[in-house]
Antibody
């Protein structure tokens, strides 16, 4: 079955960077875009951007431009999300999520499935 | 920037119908998607493209979208439906989530 397996929890100091991985299985890795979404403790969902595993193209919302980098390794079917210049407000669970359907226009597509989430704690 | 507004909380008695709204400017011109998130779990899509239900999602979940409001309706609500629900839409090339609604079944 389709599965997204994320790396384990991280604890980082302010100013550091974190790199979270998301390993895909059960489908053709290069056929579906992957998104990253985060959720601060007790808060809602926040979209961080999207990567095309085929060509590596990315789109980030303005809030994260310059601080987030999404990459992929097609040999291992893994996407990565690196967030730099960490601050306490970046403490959150970070999720990767695949787009739900092949061949559907990006802006008509949804998130399915989601990874299990990775807790990133930023603390001095 | 585009915003989606949801009520913070909705309460419903078991067996009754719960309606959760999501408001945004001309939201009816876009697709709305709905996700259910239970404590400690990852979100799961329950409605996509306004009205469609993924396989495995019970028939009691339905959706509509018109004008400025999308609505998630849960008919015959069960205790297992207690969760946070998030609406989502695309604005140009960016994903927008609503703030979430906590559904309490009491």
């Amino acid at each position: 079955q389709v599965r997204l397996e994320q790396s384990g929890a991280e604890v980082k100091k302010p100013g550091a960077s974190v790199k979270v991985s998301c390993k895909a299985s059960g489908y053709t890795f290069t056929s579906y875009y992957i998104h990253w979404v985060r959720q601060a403790p007790g808060q809602g969902l926040e979209w961080m951007g999207i990567i095309n595993p085929s060509g590596g193209g990315t789109t980030y919302p303005q809030k994260f431009q310059g601080r987030v980098t999404m990459t992929r390794d097609t040999s291992t079917s893994t996407v990565y999300m690196e967030l730099s210049s960490l601050r306490s407000e970046d403490t959150a669970v970070y999720y990767c999520a695949r787009e739900g359907s092949f061949g559907v226009v990006i802006t008509s597509n949804w998130f399915d499935p989601w990874g299990q989430g990775t807790l990133v704690t930023v603390s001095s | 920037s585009y915003e989606l507004i949801q009520p913070p909380s909705v309460s419903v008695s078991p067996g009754q119908t719960a309606s959760i709204t999501c408001s945004g400017d001309k939201l009816g011109d876009k697709y709305a998607f709905w996700y259910q998130q239970k404590p400690g779990q990852s979100p799961v899509v329950v409605i996509y493209q306004d009205t469609k239900r993924p396989s495995g999602i019970p028939e009691r979940f339905s959706g509509s979208n018109s004008g400025n409001t999308a609505t998630l309706t849960i008919s015959g609500t069960q205790a297992m439906d207690e969760a946070d629900y998030y609406c989502q839409a695309w604005d140009r090339s960016a994903v927008v989530f609503g703030g979430g609604t906590r559904l309490t079944v009491l």
